[in-house]
T-cell receptor, first 116, second 115 residues
């Protein structure tokens, strides 16, 4: 079965500083990988996704992530954090389960706080 | 293009009651998945419907059920509510079954509080 680990429960950064959120996955085949962001009381917004090809993927809001197969990682980065980036970030792996079904398995999330 | 919509946004129920939540997917999307989010367990997969058929079900008791209609709208039902069912219930839709079409887009969720 697939699994996702986000080692950092809570990260605090200063506005303007760089950010890296870690994600490690376990999956037997080539994974589909995603990062979602959730503001308090809201649903999940897709930041970026990896299916195949270029291992460095660009997303919305200036985020990027790099897929490293050898390390089973898909870390999210942003060069300069804005106060509006404060939210909870979820890494997910997508997997097929037969009969055309497909589900996401999520990490526990990393809460990002931004100091002005 | 309108996103995934969920109704109602908030619900308060008492133990033993039942509840029905509704989800309308993005136009043209054929699959609807449901997830439960709680502080303790995080995001957990409930089930997925594709073309009106349940394709997969997560590890939840039979009190949790769902269905999908011909217009791809979906409902989930929880019977005999327990305090532990208090959660944010998220619906996600995807267009198809290959590659980029498998990206799931989420609605705003329904916050259920069981008293």
């Amino acid at each position: 079965a697939q699994s996702v680990t986000q080692p950092d429960i809570h990260i605090t950064v200063s506005e303007g500083a760089s950010l890296e959120l870690r994600c490690n996955y376990s999956y037997g085949a080539t994974p589909y990988l995603f990062w979602y962001v959730q503001s308090p009381g809201q649903g999940l917004q897709l930041l970026l996704k990896y299916f195949s090809g270029d291992t460095l993927v660009q997303g919305i809001k200036g985020f990027e992530a790099e897929f490293k197969r050898s390390q089973s990682s898909f870390n999210l980065r942003k060069p300069s954090v804005h106060w509006s980036d404060a939210a909870e970030y979820f890494c997910a792996v997508g997997a097929r389960s037969g009969a055309g079904s497909y589900q996401l398995t999520f990490g526990k999330g990393t809460k990002l706080s931004v100091i002005p | 293009k309108a996103g995934v919509t969920q109704t109602p946004r908030y619900l308060i129920k008492t133990r033993g009651q039942q509840v029905t939540l509704s989800c309308s997917p993005i136009s043209g999307h054929r699959s609807v998945s449901w997830y439960q989010q709680t502080p303790g367990q995080g995001l957990q997969f409930l089930f997925e419907y594709f073309s009106e058929t349940q394709r997969n079900k997560g590890n939840f008791p039979g009190r949790f059920s769902g269905r999908q209609f011909s217009n791809s709208r979906s409902e989930m039902n929880v019977s005999t509510l327990e305090l532990g069912d208090s959660a944010l219930y998220l619906c996600a839709s995807r267009k198809g079954t290959s590659g980029n079409q498998e990206t799931q887009y989420f609605g705003p969720g329904t916050r259920l509080l069981v008293l």
